[in-house]
């Protein structure tokens, strides 16, 4: 069977870019019919821009203190983004809210992974959070990104127990081990239309395999 042409992304990060990492191996190694045509981030010494300069990936960063407002910054990210004509644009630990004028004016569907089993702890701290409420589960989920924060439809989820005596940095550690591969996964269902972001009546969540095989 002939592998499918592979989906032009780009990522959006703001850190040392680990996700970013787990998807351009994974399109190297694992099978990922994607192609990285942009990485994009606010912070000009983020790990994601020096990883996408030593693997020959195109990549620009913005200082948020060249614009005038967020809609400015927002505005000029995403005319840099469509430039490079991706068809799904991935936001891998972006830490800066996106305005209603920059969702407006992003040239097809992102997603946002974040550590928590949404719409449970939206925002900051969710591990430490999570402890302090006593839940059993935590993990991680993929969602559509829209103006609502960490509020678009769910696409997927990964969950991990949390233990007694657990710390924030454990239950991270633990949650971080689940990102990569939901993340991978979940954009490999979208490639293969198992996942249809345009399709608002679909409501399921898909599950991460405890082993991190595939989707259910």
């Known amino acids: 069977m002939r592998a499918p042409n592979p989906w032009p992304v780009a990522v959006l990060a703001s850190g040392r870019g ?8 994974a399109s190297l190694h694992g099978g990922l019919p994607i192609r990285i045509v942009g990485v994009f981030s606010d912070k000009s010494d983020s790990g994601a821009i020096a990883y996408a300069q030593r693997h020959g990936i195109p990549h620009r960063a913005f200082a948020a203190k060249a614009y005038p407002s967020r809609d400015a910054f927002d505005q000029a990210m995403m005319t840099a983004l469509a430039e490079v004509r991706p068809e799904l644009i991935i936001c891998a630990g972006y830490m800066r809210i996106i305005s209603d004028a920059g969702i407006a004016l992003a040239p097809c569907p992102m997603i946002n992974i974040h550590p928590s089993l949404l719409p449970l702890y939206p925002g900051l701290h969710t591990h430490a959070r999570a402890i302090a409420e006593c839940r059993e589960e935590h993990g991680a989920s993929v969602h559509l990104v829209n103006n609502i924060l960490d509020g678009g439809r769910v696409l997927s989820q990964a969950k991990v127990p949390v233990v007694a005596g657990d710390s924030p940095e454990r239950l991270a ?34 599950y991460l395999h405890d082993d991190n095989s595939r989707l259910d």
């Open 18 to 25: 680990s996700n970013l990492q787990a998807l351009h191996q």
């Open 173 to 206: 550690e633990r949650v971080l081990s689940r990102e990569y591969p939901l993340l991978i996964e979940t954009v490999r269902s979208i490639i293969s239309g198992r996942i249809m972001l345009n399709n608002a009546q679909q409501a399921q969540v898909l």
